[in-house]
């Protein structure tokens, strides 16, 4: 069984190596949205224009349809006696876990912060209401309400709708929930897919209309964020989860094919690692075969391994660095020993950098600080990590005297009237005129 994922290492040199590595990144790329030839994209715009033109009723509809559970309106919504009742059962010693992680990301993105630069020509705001959406599975997804409800806290925002499918005996996991109440989050709704990111778009009776939207989600999330944008602003379109990981000899094979696992188990992730060592490449390949067999989902894992992921061993770490900052992934790591930080510095493109042994991505998902919430599929060559400062937006402020309108007119008629727009040019002439 695991002799397949032999064809998982590539070598620079190899015939097609580079095609290899850029159909991969092909690959991940179309696994985050549908593509608008695609059925599902077509679908996902119906049941945006439903949800806009039913509402609640669209919402019941689709949420019976998709998830099996039929909830009335009125049920849409977890109680406040449901938030607190899961808050009062959670074990303690998470609960202690939880809060030391949310006081993390407080202390981080307060550092961060950007709003209290004062400038008399730029005003920023705040944007309200924000939507989060939290994926639905069995297991319970807190951390995704942390990564994303904590900085736009910290930047001032009160009005926070949360929505989930109801995928844990027809509502949301209470971990979940008791996350939202110790947050402080009271409109939580047990609603998901394309039709909750269409509610909180367009608005319906029951969940308010929503300025910006933020969170993970599968292509059907992702692929409803793409079309919405514009009516509201989003994150990204993000998805599948993926690292990349920069090693050389001194690393820990058995570390770095744990850290491989680790993303692919999202099922969908990559995990591509770079190294300019042979040697080095083919003991990771047998820490993962040798890993992947523990796993619950051994066969499964196989062939994410083999679709999404790649051990690719190129002539020297230079080509492996470059190589890094073309694919532009959502995490890189670097496992180099001593020369961990050196290379930090040549990494241009990352949504975040976990750099030696002892920083894996998980500590990043849960505790140091910066939210989880990344660009992904080559996103980092022009996007960042969600922060506090996404959720202001800024406004210019213009102020002329007389005098100053004055001084600048000649110059300013000139422009208007180089580009044709007379009425341009008439608005400041006018003012000139006695």
């Given at each position: 069984m695991n002799d397949e994922l032999d064809q998982i290492l590539v070598s620079e040199g190899q015939p097609g190596f580079p095609c290899k590595l850029g159909e991969l990144r092909g690959l991940?790329?179309?696994?985050?949205?549908?593509?608008?030839?695609?059925?599902?994209?077509?679908?996902?715009?119906?049941?945006?224009?439903?949800?806009?033109?039913?509402?609640?009723?669209?919402?019941?509809?689709?949420?019976?349809?998709?998830?099996?559970?039929?909830?009335?309106?009125?049920?849409?919504?977890?109680?406040?006696?449901?938030?607190?009742?899961?808050?009062?059962?959670?074990?303690?010693?998470?609960?202690?876990?939880?809060?030391?992680?949310?006081?993390?990301?407080?202390?981080?993105?307060?550092?961060?912060?950007?709003?209290?630069?004062?400038?008399?020509?730029?005003?920023?705001?705040?944007?309200?209401?924000?939507?989060?959406?939290?994926?639905?599975?069995?297991?319970?997804?807190?951390?995704?309400?942390?990564?994303?409800?904590?900085?736009?806290?910290v930047a001032g925002v009160e009005e926070i709708v949360v929505v989930s499918p109801p995928r844990y005996k027809g509502s949301i996991h209470?971990?979940?929930?008791?996350?939202?109440?110790?947050?402080?989050?009271?409109?939580?709704?047990?609603?998901?897919?394309?039709?909750?990111?269409?509610?909180?778009?367009?608005?319906?009776?029951?969940?308010?209309?929503?300025?910006?939207?933020?969170?993970?989600?599968?292509?059907?999330?992702?692929?409803?964020?793409q079309i919405v944008l514009g009516w509201v602003g989003i994150d990204s379109m993000a998805g599948p989860s993926e690292v990349l990981i920069i090693a050389n000899e001194k690393a820990n094979p058995a570390w770095v094919a744990a850290d491989m696992l680790s993303q692919v188990e999202h099922a969908p992730g990559s995990a591509v690692v770079v190294t300019a060592s042979k040697e080095f490449g083919k003991k990771v390949l047998d820490e993962v075969k040798k890993q992947v067999k523990q796993l619950s989902r051994a066969q499964e894992t196989i062939e994410y391994m083999i679709k999404y992921s790649r051990i690719a061993v190129f002539n020297n770490m230079d080509s492996a660095i470059e190589c890094a900052n073309e694919f532009a992934p959502e995490h890189l790591e670097i496992q180099c020993g001593d020369e961990s930080k050196k290379i930090a510095e040549k990494i241009e493109n990352a949504g975040a950098i976990f750099i030696g042994d002892y920083s894996p991505v998980a500590v990043g998902d849960y505790w140091a600080g910066p939210s989880h919430t990344l660009p992904t599929g080559g996103g980092a060559r022009f996007s960042s990590a969600l922060t506090a400062n996404d959720f202001i937006k800024s406004t210019?402020?213009?102020?002329?005297?007389?005098?100053?309108?004055?001084?600048?007119?000649?110059?300013?008629?000139?422009?208007?009237?180089?580009?044709?727009?007379?009425?341009?040019?008439?608005?400041?002439?006018?003012?000139?005129?006695?």
């Open positions: 991940v790329m179309n696994a985050a949205t549908f593509g608008p030839y695609e059925n599902e994209f077509k679908r996902v715009g119906e049941i945006i224009w439903e949800v806009g033109e039913q509402g609640d009723k669209a919402l019941r509809k689709f949420t019976k349809d998709y998830d099996g559970v039929d909830l009335t309106p009125e049920e849409f919504q977890i109680s406040k006696e449901e938030l607190e009742k899961a808050h009062g059962e959670i074990d303690k010693q998470l609960l202690k876990s939880l809060r030391q992680a949310i006081e993390n990301v407080r202390k981080y993105q307060k550092e961060i912060f950007i709003s209290a630069k004062k400038h008399s020509g730029i005003r920023y705001k705040l944007i309200k209401p924000i939507g989060i959406y939290v994926p639905g599975a069995s297991a319970p997804l807190p951390s995704t309400v942390i990564m994303c409800a904590v900085p736009a806290q209470p971990t979940t929930l008791a996350v939202c109440y110790e947050l402080g989050i009271e409109e939580v709704y047990r609603i998901g897919g394309a039709q909750a990111i269409a509610a909180m778009a367009r608005g319906t009776t029951v969940i308010k209309k929503v300025d910006k939207i933020v969170g993970p989600g599968n292509k059907w999330v992702q692929t409803a964020k210019s402020i213009i102020e002329y005297s007389k005098e100053k309108l004055a001084e600048s007119a000649e110059d300013i008629i000139r422009l208007a009237e180089a580009e044709g727009l007379d009425a341009h040019a008439k608005s400041v002439k006018i003012r000139q005129e006695k």
